[in-house]
């Protein structure tokens, strides 16, 4: 196929581009969706994990005699007795296979009983003995860990480095060398992380509902783990209770749960309670910034570095791809984008939404408004002023790129003016800010079905997983459209590991994922129909699709979507709470699909992004090893009352070299560049430069107590 | 940042059962859950959450954090919503619980609230929806009954709470949402605050 593909054609009925309600919303309204934990089969025990409660070093031994002697207790799975798994690639799911302590939280037990109650006593009752060794959770400038690793997460190479930054940024005019830290992040998708799972001896079929954002991939690494063929494992996932990340993989609840059912011979939940998923299901890095900027006074960039330091745990390398942004953002010959990574005795981090994006844009960002003020120019101006036509890492075309008129419509609906002087409301200090997204066009092969039934019904299936994104309404418009159906005439049918393989619902690629191999089924029944003669069969018409071919294309453009976010805020010089007054954020993100479930989208990331900026932190703490802050009411992510006036919009794109859709996802790009606008804006408020998030009152009081040194 | 106008929560209103049964730790107890008579074996554990969840397969009640943090558990106890995970179920004989499933009327016709959510896509996972539409019924029933939240510019005053955003906002901010839907739940609870069924539900009416 070659790299340019045909968009949908807008056909007189076409669903796609109108705001279809939520299919499942009944369901969900009426509370019907049923979620992992929420399948009761017959016979259902429960699991308690144990955490261990040092930060490093081993188990000597696991005591279970009180825990076995509770009413109700049907297993406690040890070190020294749990099964022994297959290989996985993921060594976080190596579970109860030895007696090492990577980290605080890692499970060193699992109790199961025929009661949630039961269980959970269980679970307390497991006395462990450990043997404890000095850790090390901190991460900090000059620590002796540090390396440069080959990649960072996304595959990208860890270092870039065009023409001669240092000289570059010597011989600047206009510089900024400023610092930023970004705390550990949180996904806490409201839905904790649970599986129900059941094996079946006499079959030898093992079926497990799991809180996952992909079945395939839950399916085959259980299959591996557990030593079963791959069509002896059914993972469902009809509703997931979001993730943002966090459910990508497979995670350690999971495979207790197996482990579970085995063992016990009914089956098991394992719903994870809320205070162990900050050690267990992953985290967003923290990441340490060094952002330099040089310029000339009319402020085109003559030099760009961008440097990332990050953890990472002792069990597996994931290194948040903090500096990939700088990139691909603006036109700079001389730069250098790069990481290191120090690996401690800290929790495995993961995928957050939009890793790498969301930290490098607070921290590029940030600086260009600072490069703005040391320049005395809107920062709207300095960043239309380098715009790039091609990408600056790869020197490829762009397929398409419209940050500037992202940027322009923002400014006129925000009612931006480049200089506008901070106010004063009593104690209130008010000012806006700016900043701009991106995030990459991702997308992976997958495969899907179409059916034609005799009564003029089709049945469409893909292994997609709607983790709250819209995947099964957004999918169901392009099976209609390609088929020239109406919605009303299509059933979809998602979230089962039996249907063929498909990717997870991440990097913003499900739906032009997914939406590929169904529009390419539907077309390829639509022909079958055409070519079909008289009634249908009664076992109906079939079509099937597989887009490895087409979608591991490489084309020659750099895919990006794009966007800008303003924000006005008031800190109070009293409290120093800052509070957002507004948020509107305008997008390029190809062809948007369903504007309903997409302007839910962008909201719900621009309002992960307000949390990032005043409320989230995870903090380590360095005697203990331990994550402060484990449950919702230390870890603050936003409430109602937090969240203001928040508008998203978007400017319509064409980009004919995408997919089929002509889409480039849209669930990661709303919280990228989110942060560093409400900071900006802070900033232009207060007179003073916050640089470490979250902006909490303790930190702008402080920053207010210290004399305004002119502008910032 | 913000705290809820938490009403109190709901005593044992019909006191503890006092006829337990076999064994020290567990009770009959006997609860009125959606209009329904439910009588219940429990150990004095379980909360009021898990006794839907798990005894009664009563699941649109969500737990999205067991410790009374999050409000996806929010349900209706004698008519004033209250976390049901912070509620041993034990302490609840005689009580009328209306859950997410008690909302809609028996012909299946949405409640205003449910109807709102869905035409202003107030959710996207849907994890805590039930919870958000059993605190707004409880919240507009406390506004109608003219209780003042944190931003109440007079608490003095009588009569019923007038609901603007700012009033919503506090007053369902002990429901987290991290799919980030406030701003359409904040409408889809305005518009339905202008219907006055929108304080009621079809089984406390059939009662
Ligand atoms: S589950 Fe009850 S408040 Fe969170
Ligand atoms: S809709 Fe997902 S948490 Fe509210």
Redesign the interface.
Known sequence: MSPTTATLDTAAQASLGTPV??L????????????A??Q?PPRRAYGWPVPATIAHGRVTAVDTTAALALPGVLAVLTPYDAPRLGPSDDPTLQLLQDTRVPHRGWYVALAVAD???GAR?AAEAVRVGYEAEPHDVTLREGHPGLYTPEEVNGGYPAHREHGDPDAAFAAAPVRVDVRYSVPPLH??????HAATADWDAGRGHLTVYDSCQGTTVVRTVLAGLFRLPEDRVTVLAE????G?GSKSTPRPHVVLAVMATRRCGRPVTV?L??QHLAACVGHRAPTLHRVRLGARPDGTLTSLTHEVLTHTSRVREFVEQAAVPGRVMYAVRDSRTTHRVAALDVPTPSWMRAPGETPGMYALESAMDELADALGMDPVELRVRNDPATEPDSGRPFSSRHLVECLREGATRFGWTGHRPPLREGPLLIGSGVAAATYPVYIAPAGARAHARPDGSYLVEVNATD????ARTVLSQIAADALGVPLDAVTLSLGNSALPPTPVAGGSAGTASWGWAVHDACTALTDRLARHHGPLPDAGLSASADTTQSAKQKPPYARHAFGAHFAEVQADTVTG?V?VRRLLGVFAAGRILNP??A???F??????GLGMA??EHSGLDPAFGDFAER???AY????????P??EAHWIDEHDKHLNPMGGKGIGEIGIVGAAAAIGNAVSRATGRRLRELPLTPDRVLAALSVPDTGPV | MAHATDPPAPGPAHGTPDHAAAGDHRSRVSLRVNGARRDLDLDHRVTLLDALREHLDLTGSKKGCDHGQCGACTVLVDGRRANSCLLLAVTLDGCGITTVEGLAAPDGALHPLQRAFVEHDAFQCGYCTPGQLCSAVGALREAAAGHPSHVTADAAQAGPAVLTAEEIRERLSGNLCRCGAYPAIVRAVADAGTDPAATGTAVEAAV
């Open positions: 309600p939520r499942e919303a009944r369901d969900k309204v009426t509370g019907t969706a049923r979620y934990a929420e009761n009661t949630l109650e006593a996904n806490h998708a409201m839905e904790p509703h997931v209770g979001g943002f719903a309670p809320r983790i709250g994104t819209g709470e509070r309903r479930t302007r839910s989208q909201i719900g990331g621009m309002v992960m005043l409320t449950d919702l009411a603050h992510v936003p409430v109602n009352a937090d969240v006036a928040v």
